[in-house]
Protein backbone atom coordinates (compact mmCIF):
# COMPACT_ATOMS: atom_id res chain seq x y z
CA UNK A 1 0.00 0.00 0.00
CA UNK A 2 3.13 2.24 0.53
CA UNK A 3 6.08 0.94 -0.88
CA UNK A 4 4.72 -0.92 -4.07
CA UNK A 5 1.91 2.42 -5.33
CA UNK A 6 4.09 3.31 -8.24
CA UNK A 7 3.25 0.40 -9.94
CA UNK A 8 -0.29 1.27 -9.92
CA UNK A 9 -0.37 4.86 -10.02
CA UNK A 10 2.17 7.57 -11.07
CA UNK A 11 3.19 8.34 -7.40
CA UNK A 12 6.99 8.02 -5.77
CA UNK A 13 7.13 5.84 -2.74
CA UNK A 14 6.72 5.84 -0.20
CA UNK A 15 2.90 7.01 -1.14
CA UNK A 16 0.73 7.21 2.38
CA UNK A 17 -2.77 8.31 -0.05
CA UNK A 18 -4.37 4.78 1.37
CA UNK A 19 -3.35 5.70 4.87
CA UNK A 20 -7.12 5.98 7.18
CA UNK A 21 -8.71 4.57 4.97
CA UNK A 22 -11.23 1.36 5.00
CA UNK A 23 -8.82 -0.77 3.64
CA UNK A 24 -5.67 0.43 5.70
CA UNK A 25 -7.82 -0.21 8.66
CA UNK A 26 -9.20 -3.69 7.73
CA UNK A 27 -5.81 -4.65 7.37
CA UNK A 28 -4.51 -3.36 10.48
CA UNK A 29 -7.28 -4.84 12.14
CA UNK A 30 -6.49 -8.85 10.86
CA UNK A 31 -2.64 -7.98 11.21
CA UNK A 32 -3.84 -6.73 15.51
CA UNK A 33 -6.66 -9.84 15.92
CA UNK A 34 -4.01 -12.59 14.96
CA UNK A 35 -1.25 -11.88 17.43
CA UNK A 36 -3.23 -14.62 19.50
CA UNK A 37 -1.48 -17.54 17.11
CA UNK A 38 2.25 -17.88 18.36
CA UNK A 39 0.99 -17.97 21.88
CA UNK A 40 -1.60 -20.45 21.36
CA UNK A 41 0.84 -22.56 19.53
CA UNK A 42 2.74 -22.05 22.55
CA UNK A 43 0.40 -23.30 24.44
CA UNK A 44 -1.03 -26.47 22.25
CA UNK A 45 2.81 -27.58 21.93
CA UNK A 46 2.62 -27.34 25.95
CA UNK A 47 -0.65 -29.04 26.58
CA UNK A 48 0.58 -31.87 24.43
CA UNK A 49 3.53 -32.44 25.97
CA UNK A 50 1.86 -32.79 29.34
CA UNK A 51 -0.61 -35.26 27.58
CA UNK A 52 2.01 -37.74 26.10
CA UNK A 53 3.93 -37.69 29.96
CA UNK A 54 0.95 -37.34 31.72
CA UNK A 55 0.67 -40.46 34.29
CA UNK A 56 4.06 -41.61 33.09
CA UNK A 57 6.99 -41.32 35.32
CA UNK A 58 10.84 -41.73 34.84
CA UNK A 59 13.02 -41.61 31.64
CA UNK A 60 10.63 -43.65 29.78
CA UNK A 61 8.20 -41.03 29.61
CA UNK A 62 10.44 -38.97 27.46
CA UNK A 63 11.22 -41.41 24.53
CA UNK A 64 9.39 -39.28 22.27
CA UNK A 65 11.45 -36.49 22.80
CA UNK A 66 14.17 -37.80 20.46
CA UNK A 67 11.54 -38.57 17.89
CA UNK A 68 9.80 -35.59 18.04
CA UNK A 69 13.07 -33.36 17.69
CA UNK A 70 13.95 -34.98 14.41
CA UNK A 71 10.99 -34.73 12.84
CA UNK A 72 11.14 -30.64 13.83
CA UNK A 73 14.72 -29.87 13.30
CA UNK A 74 15.39 -32.19 9.92
CA UNK A 75 12.79 -30.31 8.03
CA UNK A 76 13.82 -26.73 9.60
CA UNK A 77 17.63 -27.52 8.55
CA UNK A 78 16.39 -28.84 4.85
CA UNK A 79 13.92 -25.88 4.16
CA UNK A 80 16.95 -23.88 5.44
CA UNK A 81 19.75 -24.51 3.50
CA UNK A 82 17.11 -24.35 0.46
CA UNK A 83 16.89 -20.83 1.28
CA UNK A 84 20.13 -20.15 1.37
CA UNK A 85 20.80 -22.03 -1.92
CA UNK A 86 17.93 -19.62 -3.53
CA UNK A 87 19.67 -16.36 -2.19
CA UNK A 88 22.76 -17.24 -3.47
CA UNK A 89 21.56 -18.40 -6.73
CA UNK A 90 20.20 -14.08 -6.38
CA UNK A 91 23.59 -13.06 -5.39
CA UNK A 92 23.38 -12.71 -1.83
CA UNK A 93 25.96 -14.98 0.64
CA UNK A 94 27.19 -14.96 4.05
CA UNK A 95 30.48 -16.15 6.06
CA UNK A 96 30.10 -19.58 7.63
CA UNK A 97 29.61 -17.86 10.81
CA UNK A 98 27.07 -16.44 9.90
CA UNK A 99 25.17 -19.15 7.91
CA UNK A 100 25.63 -21.15 11.41
CA UNK A 101 24.34 -17.94 13.19
CA UNK A 102 20.84 -17.90 11.01
CA UNK A 103 20.55 -21.68 11.55
CA UNK A 104 20.85 -21.43 15.12
CA UNK A 105 18.19 -18.58 15.54
CA UNK A 106 15.86 -19.21 12.57
CA UNK A 107 16.93 -16.47 10.81
CA UNK A 108 17.00 -18.14 7.32
CA UNK A 109 13.25 -16.87 6.68
CA UNK A 110 11.24 -14.21 9.35
CA UNK A 111 9.11 -16.73 10.71
CA UNK A 112 11.36 -19.25 11.81
CA UNK A 113 12.41 -18.23 14.62
CA UNK A 114 9.60 -20.47 16.04
CA UNK A 115 11.86 -23.56 15.43
CA UNK A 116 14.45 -23.23 17.77
CA UNK A 117 12.21 -21.52 20.16
CA UNK A 118 10.42 -24.45 20.30
CA UNK A 119 13.48 -26.38 20.29
CA UNK A 120 14.40 -25.12 23.59
CA UNK A 121 11.00 -25.36 25.06
CA UNK A 122 11.35 -29.24 24.64
CA UNK A 123 14.69 -29.30 26.25
CA UNK A 124 13.31 -27.67 29.15
CA UNK A 125 10.42 -29.90 29.01
CA UNK A 126 11.18 -32.45 31.61
CA UNK A 127 12.33 -29.40 33.96
CA UNK A 128 8.58 -26.97 33.12
CA UNK A 129 6.86 -30.55 33.76
CA UNK A 130 8.52 -31.24 37.22
CA UNK A 131 8.02 -27.71 38.04
CA UNK A 132 3.98 -27.83 36.79
CA UNK A 133 3.31 -30.64 38.82
CA UNK A 134 5.01 -29.87 42.18
CA UNK A 135 5.10 -25.84 42.01
CA UNK A 136 2.02 -24.88 39.38
CA UNK A 137 1.02 -21.48 41.61
CA UNK A 138 4.96 -20.34 41.46
CA UNK A 139 5.28 -21.54 37.96
CA UNK A 140 2.66 -19.49 36.45
CA UNK A 141 2.98 -16.57 38.52
CA UNK A 142 6.61 -16.27 37.92
CA UNK A 143 6.39 -16.89 34.25
CA UNK A 144 3.41 -14.66 33.73
CA UNK A 145 5.92 -11.60 35.64
CA UNK A 146 8.92 -12.63 33.60
CA UNK A 147 7.21 -12.15 30.32
CA UNK A 148 4.86 -8.84 31.48
CA UNK A 149 8.51 -7.76 32.90
CA UNK A 150 10.27 -8.38 29.61
CA UNK A 151 7.29 -6.94 27.59
CA UNK A 152 7.47 -3.44 29.25
CA UNK A 153 10.89 -2.94 28.90
CA UNK A 154 9.43 -1.99 25.04
CA UNK A 155 7.95 0.94 26.60
CA UNK A 156 11.09 2.84 28.09
CA UNK A 157 12.09 3.68 24.07
CA UNK A 158 8.93 6.29 24.84
CA UNK A 159 10.48 7.86 27.61
CA UNK A 160 14.01 7.85 25.79
CA UNK A 161 16.01 5.09 27.03
CA UNK A 162 16.85 2.71 23.71
CA UNK A 163 16.75 -1.25 25.10
CA UNK A 164 15.61 -2.21 21.50
CA UNK A 165 19.50 -3.84 20.94
CA UNK A 166 19.95 -4.81 23.99
CA UNK A 167 16.97 -7.23 24.36
CA UNK A 168 16.57 -8.13 20.69
CA UNK A 169 17.17 -11.91 21.24
CA UNK A 170 14.58 -11.87 24.30
CA UNK A 171 12.00 -9.46 22.83
CA UNK A 172 12.23 -11.31 19.13
CA UNK A 173 11.21 -14.80 20.69
CA UNK A 174 14.66 -16.18 19.69
CA UNK A 175 15.22 -16.98 23.41
CA UNK A 176 12.56 -18.79 25.40
CA UNK A 177 12.01 -16.45 28.73
CA UNK A 178 9.81 -13.94 26.99
CA UNK A 179 7.29 -16.84 25.79
CA UNK A 180 7.74 -19.58 28.57
CA UNK A 181 4.09 -18.42 29.88
CA UNK A 182 2.07 -19.61 27.53
CA UNK A 183 4.07 -22.92 27.25
CA UNK A 184 3.54 -23.32 30.86
CA UNK A 185 0.28 -22.56 31.21
CA UNK A 186 -0.84 -25.53 28.40
CA UNK A 187 1.68 -28.08 30.45
CA UNK A 188 -0.15 -26.95 33.54
CA UNK A 189 -3.93 -27.32 31.39
CA UNK A 190 -2.67 -30.54 30.17
CA UNK A 191 -1.97 -32.29 33.67
CA UNK A 192 -5.07 -30.67 35.05
CA UNK A 193 -7.60 -30.70 32.04
CA UNK A 194 -10.54 -31.41 34.07
CA UNK A 195 -10.30 -29.91 37.05
CA UNK A 196 -9.09 -26.68 35.25
CA UNK A 197 -12.05 -26.48 32.16
CA UNK A 198 -14.64 -26.64 35.18
CA UNK A 199 -13.04 -23.50 36.49
CA UNK A 200 -12.73 -21.74 33.26
CA UNK A 201 -16.33 -22.48 32.22
CA UNK A 202 -17.78 -20.87 35.46
CA UNK A 203 -15.92 -17.49 34.11
CA UNK A 204 -16.51 -17.99 30.65
CA UNK A 205 -18.45 -15.28 30.09
CA UNK A 206 -16.53 -13.34 32.12
CA UNK A 207 -13.58 -14.24 29.62
CA UNK A 208 -15.81 -13.46 26.86
CA UNK A 209 -16.09 -10.21 28.27
CA UNK A 210 -12.16 -9.70 28.49
CA UNK A 211 -11.88 -10.93 25.19
CA UNK A 212 -13.54 -8.27 23.52
CA UNK A 213 -12.04 -5.74 25.58
CA UNK A 214 -8.50 -6.46 25.35
CA UNK A 215 -8.96 -7.14 21.86
CA UNK A 216 -10.07 -3.80 20.75
CA UNK A 217 -7.38 -2.51 23.17
CA UNK A 218 -4.76 -4.52 21.23
CA UNK A 219 -5.95 -2.66 18.40
CA UNK A 220 -5.91 0.80 19.98
CA UNK A 221 -2.98 0.89 21.65
CA UNK A 222 -0.56 0.54 19.04
CA UNK A 223 -2.14 3.41 16.84
CA UNK A 224 -2.29 5.84 20.07
CA UNK A 225 1.15 5.24 20.45
CA UNK A 226 2.64 5.86 17.20
CA UNK A 227 0.52 8.94 16.93
CA UNK A 228 1.36 10.12 20.54
CA UNK A 229 5.10 9.45 19.65
CA UNK A 230 5.45 8.74 15.93
CA UNK A 231 7.24 5.09 16.45
CA UNK A 232 5.33 3.24 12.96
CA UNK A 233 6.86 -0.36 14.80
CA UNK A 234 5.02 -0.64 16.93
CA UNK A 235 2.17 -1.34 14.73
CA UNK A 236 4.40 -5.04 14.41
CA UNK A 237 5.22 -5.35 17.82
CA UNK A 238 3.30 -7.48 20.71
CA UNK A 239 2.44 -4.78 23.10
CA UNK A 240 1.25 -5.06 27.00
CA UNK A 241 -2.12 -5.42 25.54
CA UNK A 242 -1.20 -8.42 23.23
CA UNK A 243 -0.23 -10.39 25.39
CA UNK A 244 -3.36 -9.89 27.14
CA UNK A 245 -5.50 -10.31 24.51
CA UNK A 246 -3.40 -13.80 23.38
CA UNK A 247 -4.18 -14.78 27.48
CA UNK A 248 -7.67 -14.03 27.26
CA UNK A 249 -8.00 -15.95 24.09
CA UNK A 250 -6.64 -18.90 24.72
CA UNK A 251 -8.74 -18.88 28.43
CA UNK A 252 -11.54 -18.24 26.37
CA UNK A 253 -11.41 -21.03 23.79
CA UNK A 254 -10.69 -23.54 26.37
CA UNK A 255 -13.85 -22.39 28.37
CA UNK A 256 -16.41 -22.53 25.47
CA UNK A 257 -14.49 -26.32 24.32
CA UNK A 258 -17.52 -27.81 25.45
CA UNK A 259 -19.98 -25.40 24.01
CA UNK A 260 -23.24 -27.70 22.18
CA UNK A 261 -23.05 -25.22 18.76
CA UNK A 262 -20.03 -27.49 16.55
CA UNK A 263 -17.20 -25.33 15.44
CA UNK A 264 -17.54 -24.90 11.63
CA UNK A 265 -15.52 -26.73 8.90
CA UNK A 266 -14.17 -28.46 12.22
CA UNK A 267 -12.45 -31.45 9.78
CA UNK A 268 -11.12 -29.36 7.61
CA UNK A 269 -9.14 -27.70 10.15
CA UNK A 270 -8.26 -30.81 12.05
CA UNK A 271 -7.13 -32.31 8.23
CA UNK A 272 -5.01 -29.29 8.07
CA UNK A 273 -3.68 -29.59 11.84
CA UNK A 274 -1.56 -32.67 10.48
CA UNK A 275 0.38 -30.59 7.95
CA UNK A 276 0.96 -27.57 9.35
CA UNK A 277 4.24 -27.75 10.41
CA UNK A 278 4.94 -28.67 5.91
CA UNK A 279 2.73 -25.42 5.62
CA UNK A 280 4.62 -23.65 7.95
CA UNK A 281 8.24 -24.38 6.42
CA UNK A 282 7.26 -23.76 2.83
CA UNK A 283 4.11 -20.65 2.81
CA UNK A 284 6.49 -17.95 3.39
CA UNK A 285 8.44 -18.68 -0.15
CA UNK A 286 5.44 -19.14 -1.61
CA UNK A 287 3.96 -15.56 -0.30
CA UNK A 288 7.10 -13.94 -1.20
CA UNK A 289 7.32 -15.71 -4.54
CA UNK A 290 3.60 -14.58 -5.24
CA UNK A 291 3.63 -11.01 -4.25
CA UNK A 292 7.00 -10.63 -6.59
CA UNK A 293 4.93 -12.30 -9.20
CA UNK A 294 2.25 -10.08 -8.98
CA UNK A 295 4.45 -7.10 -8.69
CA UNK A 296 5.58 -7.60 -12.51
CA UNK A 297 2.97 -9.43 -14.39
CA UNK A 298 -0.07 -7.76 -12.64
CA UNK A 299 0.45 -4.74 -10.60
CA UNK A 300 -3.31 -3.91 -11.32
CA UNK A 301 -3.76 -6.68 -8.52
CA UNK A 302 -1.70 -4.58 -5.81
CA UNK A 303 -4.57 -1.83 -5.97
CA UNK A 304 -7.22 -3.94 -5.04
CA UNK A 305 -6.43 -6.01 -1.38
CA UNK A 306 -9.96 -7.76 -1.50
CA UNK A 307 -7.98 -9.69 -4.34
CA UNK A 308 -4.70 -9.92 -3.51
CA UNK A 309 -5.19 -10.84 0.18
CA UNK A 310 -7.31 -13.84 -0.76
CA UNK A 311 -4.68 -14.56 -3.48
CA UNK A 312 -1.63 -15.07 -1.08
CA UNK A 313 -3.75 -16.74 1.63
CA UNK A 314 -4.81 -19.48 -1.15
CA UNK A 315 -1.42 -19.93 -2.39
CA UNK A 316 0.29 -19.59 0.75
CA UNK A 317 -1.90 -22.98 2.32
CA UNK A 318 -2.76 -24.35 -0.90
CA UNK A 319 0.55 -24.54 -2.77
CA UNK A 320 2.01 -26.52 0.25
CA UNK A 321 -0.20 -28.30 0.35
CA UNK A 322 -0.79 -30.02 -2.98
CA UNK A 323 3.46 -29.97 -3.10
CA UNK A 324 3.07 -32.49 -0.17
CA UNK A 325 0.43 -34.24 -1.53
CA UNK A 326 2.35 -34.89 -4.48
CA UNK A 327 5.74 -36.31 -2.73
CA UNK A 328 3.44 -38.40 0.03
CA UNK A 329 1.92 -40.03 -3.13
CA UNK A 330 4.99 -39.99 -5.59
CA UNK A 331 8.31 -42.56 -5.37
CA UNK A 332 9.78 -39.91 -2.78
CA UNK A 333 6.88 -40.65 0.21
CA UNK A 334 10.11 -42.17 2.20
CA UNK A 335 11.55 -39.01 3.04
CA UNK A 336 8.15 -37.45 3.28
CA UNK A 337 8.37 -36.86 6.97
CA UNK A 338 12.16 -35.55 6.63
CA UNK A 339 10.90 -32.72 4.60
CA UNK A 340 7.45 -31.94 6.67
CA UNK A 341 7.59 -33.27 9.66
Known sequence: MFWWTHRYQPVTVPNYSQYGTLTFYSLLLVKRLTFFSVPALLFVSGFFVAFTVRGEQGSKSWKWMKSRLVNLLVPYVFWSIMIFVGDFLEGTTYTPTTYLRK??????????????????FYLLAPIITHLARTRTRELLISSASLHLSLMSLWYLDLFGTKVRDQIMFIGNGFLFPKSLFFFALGVVFGL?????????????WVLLAALAFFGILSVIEPEVLYHSFGYESWRGDALLSSSLYATTFILCFLAFDQTSVPLPFLRTFSRLGSKIYGIYLLHAQVLELTARVIYHIAP?????????????????????LLFMTIVAKSPARGVYRYLFG
Open 300 to 320: WVLARQILFQPLLITLAVGSP
Open 192 to 204: NTQKLSQELIRVK
Open 103 to 120: LAFGGAAPLYYYVPLIFQ
